[in-house]
């Protein structure tokens, strides 16, 4: 009986298991259905929604949308219930959920320059979704347990003191492998220029992407060269693809005119929403306080913690807000907090700082990848919260920077409603280069030195050695 069973279990399962590829037509292992797709896409997009935030623009979110849906009809799977997103992180990348939810940051809108590229990105991460690779690293990722922290992204040994929980988004940062790369840009050109935009859009944009790791303002999350193989070699390979696309085309859409007065306006590096770093200090409008981190350590801003890291060094700052137990001391909290992560209290005391009520104590335990560490931690009341502020370091270097630790634990303050109201972001603005007009002199004169003369090339689609055209429209970035 049970020999006659089991190859009816084993048929079953593998029926369950393999699926045609909508792309390919191949039959291929697959271990969610569509159904599943969907549901998992709408489940983890209401987390990316709450994680990242949406930008606030809805004409910039329906222009999105609209390109987006019309690249969804022209691919392999237009039942599919898409949804287009401009997400509120500063990072230049862009990612997709199986199910049809593709994302793409306003960080990266200022690097592309036109119409036809933006459709190329979109269609790229809409290939993703058609050709199932979205769900099969979903799938990978989730059955390896390789959920990650958001907030702990750019520093995992952040993790002991992070109090999100787990969350999906890590296994979107992941890797494709080299052949989903190619099958997707082959895909992104497919879809653009059936759709009317202009193939060489895709190229275009990988060229530019390929020269952003020499732009150091990306935060946030992982950027496009992080989850994506180099551009380099992609260009060359997709190039056939838009030969072939070209072939009896009489008019494609490139429209950057049209593009650039979109993004006009288009808030560029950290939202005030979410905190701001300048000079040296992170500034919260919503929040209503600040802080002075190290002179050079480097600051990024997440959407629930903000990390300030030592370059070379096992040494960090942490900022986060803590929930607040009802009817507890912040001495009872901070200790009950740090013991929670695993951490054994040396010293501590109440005292205040920069008048609010606060709880200072030494800590000792392990943190991944850095080891046995020691903790100078600051539990802070201000305005019915409670934040921590904890530097962390590993216990042989930690009498070295337990000052700049303590500087920086000291100089948490709350902010006046004015100076709340005049902190303003980084914006896109327009320039028109004249005779005469370099990268520096742009950066410096028209911009204050918000962004380097080697980021205003790259995102002007210039190599960094080459300098503007007299006459031609430029994105600039403007102070707040």
């Known amino acids: 009986m049970q020999h006659r069973v089991l190859p009816v279990l084993v048929f079953i399962v593998t029926a369950v298991a393999c699926a045609t590829n909508p792309v390919t037509g191949k039959r291929e292992l697959s271990l969610m259905s569509e159904e599943q797709e969907i549901q998992i896409g ?16 809805e004409e910039l979110q329906r222009y999105l949308s609209d390109i987006g849906v019309r690249l969804s009809r022209v691919s392999e799977r237009p039942e599919l219930p898409w949804h287009y997103t401009v997400v509120d992180s500063p990072a230049i990348n862009a990612f997709a959920l199986p199910g049809g939810y593709i994302y793409i940051t306003r960080g990266i809108m200022p690097f592309l320059d036109n119409e036809a590229e933006l459709a190329g990105v979109l269609g790229h991460e809409t290939g993703h979704v058609t050709a199932r690779h979205a769900s099969q690293q979903y799938s990978r990722s989730t059955s390896a347990g390789l959920g990650l922290l958001l907030g702990s992204i750019f520093v995992p040994q952040a993790r002991p003191f992070a109090s999100l929980g787990e969350s999906g988004l890590g296994v ?3 890797k494709y492998g080299r052949d989903d790369e190619a099958q997707a840009d082959a895909l992104g050109v497919k879809y653009a220029s059936i759709a009317g935009w202009d193939p060489a859009g895709v190229p275009a944009m990988l060229m530019t992407l390929g020269r952003i790791e020499e732009a150091s303002d990306n935060k946030g999350v992982p950027n496009w060269l992080q989850t994506h193989p180099a551009a380099e ?19 494609f859409i490139t429209d950057r005119d049209g593009y650039l007065k979109r993004i006009t306006g288009l808030v560029y590096g950290d939202n005030p929403d979410q905190g701001v770093v300048r000079n040296g200090s992170f500034l919260h409008a919503g929040l209503r306080f600040a802080i002075k981190f190290p002179i050079g350590w480097d600051v990024n801003n997440g959407q629930t913690q903000v990390v300030a890291k030592q370059a070379g060094e096992n040494a960090l700052i942490l900022l986060q807000e803590v929930q607040r137990p009802v009817g507890r001391t912040i001495q009872d909290i901070a200790l009950r907090s740090m013991e929670g992560a695993g951490f054994r209290a ?13 709880f200072i104590g030494t800590y000792q335990g392990s943190v991944q990848d850095f080891g046995r560490v020691t903790v100078r931690a600051a539990h802070i009341v201000h305005d019915r919260a409670i934040f921590l502020l904890a530097g962390i370091a590993s216990q042989p270097i930690y009498e070295r920077v337990e000052p700049a630790f303590t500087k920086s634990l000291n100089s948490f303050r709350p902010l ?10 980084n914006r896109i ?19 204050k030195g918000v962004v380097k003369a080697s980021t205003l ?12 055209r007299v006459g031609e429209r430029l994105k600039i970035v403007v102070a707040g």
């Open 457 to 468: 090339a790259i995102m002007n689609g210039h190599p960094v050695n080459e300098q503007p």
């Open 346 to 358: 040396l010293d501590g005391g109440r005292t205040t700082i920069n008048g609010l009520d606060a």
């Open 233 to 251: 070699d992609r260009v060359q390979r997709v190039q056939a693809a838009v030969r072939d696309a070209e072939k009896g085309a009489d008019r």
């Open 42 to 57: 709408r489940e983890q997009d209401a987390q990316v929604r709450k994680e990242m935030g949406v930008y606030s623009d």
């Open 429 to 447: 603005d327009l320039y028109t280069a004249r005779e005469g007009d370099t990268w520096q002199a742009i950066a410096e004169h028209q911009g």
């Open 416 to 425: 006046t409603r004015g100076e709340a109201e005049s902190i303003h972001p």
């Open 172 to 174: 979107l940062m992941l």
